[in-house]
């Protein structure tokens, strides 16, 4: 049983701790990894690269996104955003895999007066289109909607029991606005045509 010895002291040998950070990777890494693995015909390596870039800027244009949100109305303050938990990796991949399906969502909520308005932006949404064919057509609005103009954007603005709310079609977005305890003209107020414009400069392309 000699032979076993040396395996033994080797199994006996303590393994040594070590801590491992990966470094996840750029736009400007990803970017020409993604034109290199395409025309090399790498077709596969080029659509997991593209999801790695897509998880590299999700995060991104939601910052200027809610950058381009209007501040908030008297007597309310914005609520601070809280960072989605698994770490910013498997965030930002969740991110991604959203917005291939329905979009880039994003949410900022203002607190006051007894209430809150939440706002939810899905940029680049799927189902605008559908959303366009029901916005644009005031037969379909029902009872207690109506139909706001934004220039180029339409609008429909509803009470919905105490509180009313306000969906904006924004391009190949969706914008709504509500509370349980808004009025139709603080929603109005709070996206004047002004806010409407900013925020088209991050949506329509």
């Known amino acids: 049983m000699r032979h076993l010895a040396p395996l ?13 950070s990966k470094k996840a ?7 020409p990894a993604i034109a290199s693995a395409y025309a090399e015909g790498r077709y596969g390596l080029a659509m ?14 939601t ?8 501040a908030a109305p008297e ?24 917005a291939a399906s329905v979009g880039t969502v994003v949410e900022q909520k203002y607190k006051g007066d007894g209430d809150t308005l939440q706002v939810t ?13 029901w916005i644009t057509n005031p037969a379909l609005l029902g009872e207690g909607a109506e139909a706001v103009k934004y ?23 969706l914008v709504e606005a509500k509370g349980r305890k808004a009025t139709d003209e603080l929603l109005l107020k709070l996206f ?10 991050e949506l329509v392309f």
């Open 8 to 20: 033994a002291l080797v199994l006996a040998l303590p393994f040594v701790q070590e801590r491992v």
């Open 25 to 31: 990777p750029t736009f400007e890494e990803l970017h």
């Open 48 to 61: 997991n690269k593209t999801r790695e870039l897509l998880a590299v800027l999700s995060p991104k244009w």
């Open 63 to 70: 910052e200027s996104i809610l950058a381009a949100l209007p």
């Open 75 to 98: 007597g309310y303050e914005i609520v601070p955003q809280k960072k989605p938990a698994g770490g910013s990796a498997m965030a930002n991949g969740a991110l991604a895999a959203m």
């Open 121 to 133: 932006v899905t940029a680049d949404s799927p189902m605008a289109q559908m959303f366009a064919m």
């Open 151 to 173: 220039g180029a954007y339409d609008a429909i603005l509803k009470q919905e029991g105490q509180g009313w709310s306000l969906q904006i079609l924004i391009g190949s977005s």
């Open 192 to 201: 004047d045509q002004q806010a409407v414009d900013k925020l088209a400069k």
